[in-house]
C-alpha cells in the first residue's frame, strides 16, 4: 500500500485531492471513507455537458480525467456500439465515472474505489434508478494491457480485493450467489449484485476493445426490471444481432442469467469450458443491520 506521501503524490498530479466529506450523498456515512481511499477517489458525475466532482465542486476536473471520459463516451455513443442500455444511460447522462490513476492492482486505489462505488449505490437510489438504467464506469491509467489473460487476471484480483474490504461490512446480495461456479453468481458489493463488464486494449471482442483498463458496474436489479416488464429479451436480441453485424460472431460466453455463471463474461475473453474462476467469497458476512458502536470511526467492525 502506498505511504500517505506517495497517496499524496498521486492525487497531486490529478490536481487538488478531493476533500473528505463525512457524509455521503444520501446522509449516510461512507464506510470506506478512509485516508487512503479519499485520497484515492475521483467519484465523477456527467451533466449539461460538463464533468464534475459532485463530492467536490471547486475541485477541477484533470485534462487526462477528462480525456479519457470523453473517449469512454464517444464508444458508448457510437451508433455501432452494441450496448444498448449502456447508450441509454450515457444519453441521459446517467451514470457516474472514475479514472484511478495508477497500477489497477494497487491496493489504495481499490480503496478509492471501493469508497466511489459505494457512493454510486447511494445516488443510484436517491435519483439515479429514476431516469432509468444507470452504470458505474471505473477506468485506469495502468498497467498497460497486452494479452487477454493479463486482464482477466486483473480483473479477478481487483474484485477480489473490492470483496475482501467489503465482507466485513456488508451481506451478499440474497437475489445472487456467492459462488463464481453457480449459474446464478454475480459479484455483490455493499449488498449489491453487479454484473461487471471488463473493456482493455488488448480484447478481441471490438465492443470491449478500450485504450485504458476499465471495469463498468452494471446492477442486477436492472435487469431484472427489463425482464420483468419484459424488454430484457428484446435488448439482448438486438445488442446479439449488432455484435454480429459489427464482428460476425457473439461472444462465446454470452449466456442468460441461470443457464452458465455471469464470471465467465466479465473480463471479456472465450474462456475454456474446463476455466474455474479465481474468485472466493468469504464464507460468512455480518447482517446489514449494524449498530453504530459496533463500527469504529472508518466504519469497521470492532
Not at 113 to 130: G, I, K, S
Not at 220 to 230: D, K, N, P, V
Request: hydrophobic share 40%.
Amino acid at each position: 500500500m502506498e505511504t500517505r506521501s506517495g497517496a499524496a503524490a498521486t492525487a497531486s498530479r490529478f490536481g487538488a485531492m478531493l476533500p473528505s466529506p463525512t457524509l455521503d450523498s444520501a446522509g449516510a456515512t461512507n464506510p470506506f471513507d478512509t485516508e487512503n481511499a479519499y485520497h484515492f477517489s475521483r467519484y465523477a458525475a456527467f451533466s449539461d455537458g460538463q464533468l464534475t466532482h459532485p463530492e467536490a465542486p471547486n475541485s477541477p476536473v484533470t485534462a487526462l480525467e477528462e480525456f479519457v471520459h470523453d473517449g469512454f463516451r464517444a464508444l458508448v455513443l457510437n451508433p455501432k456500439f452494441t450496448c444498448v442500455a449502456a447508450k441509454s444511460a450515457f444519453n441521459k447522462d446517467n451514470y457516474r465515472f472514475g479514472l484511478y490513476e495508477g497500477n489497477a492492482a494497487n491496493l489504495a486505489v481499490t480503496e478509492g474505489l471501493a469508497r466511489d462505488l459505494f457512493t454510486f449505490t447511494q445516488d443510484q437510489d436517491d435519483e439515479l434508478r429514476e431516469q432509468g438504467f444507470s452504470t458505474f464506469v471505473a477506468s485506469f491509467t495502468g498497467p498497460v494491457i497486452a494479452a487477454e489473460e493479463q486482464w482477466e487476471r486483473l480483473v479477478w484480483s481487483q474484485l477480489q480485493r473490492l470483496h475482501d474490504l467489503d465482507a466485513p461490512l456488508h451481506p451478499w446480495d440474497p437475489a445472487v450467489s456467492a459462488d463464481p461456479a453457480d449459474p446464478e453468481f454475480s459479484f455483490s458489493f455493499a449488498g449489491r449484485a453487479f454484473f461487471v463488464v471488463g473493456l482493455h486494449p488488448a480484447s478481441t471482442r471490438l465492443t470491449r476493445r478500450f485504450a485504458f483498463p476499465t471495469l463498468v458496474f452494471n446492477a442486477h436489479f436492472q435487469f431484472e426490471e427489463l425482464r420483468e416488464a419484459g424488454k430484457y429479451h428484446r435488448m439482448q436480441e438486438v445488442m446479439r444481432s449488432r455484435d454480429v453485424a459489427l464482428q460476425g460472431s457473439i461472444n462465446p460466453n454470452l449466456s442468460d442469467f441461470g443457464e452458465a455463471s455471469d464470471a465467465r463474461q466479465y473480463s471479456g475473453r472465450a474462456v475454456e469450458a474446463a476455466w474455474q474462476c479465481p474468485f472466493r467469497a468469504h464464507p460468512a458476512a455480518p447482517s446489514s443491520d449494524l449498530d453504530a458502536d459496533e463500527l469504529d470511526g472508518q466504519g469497521n467492525l470492532r
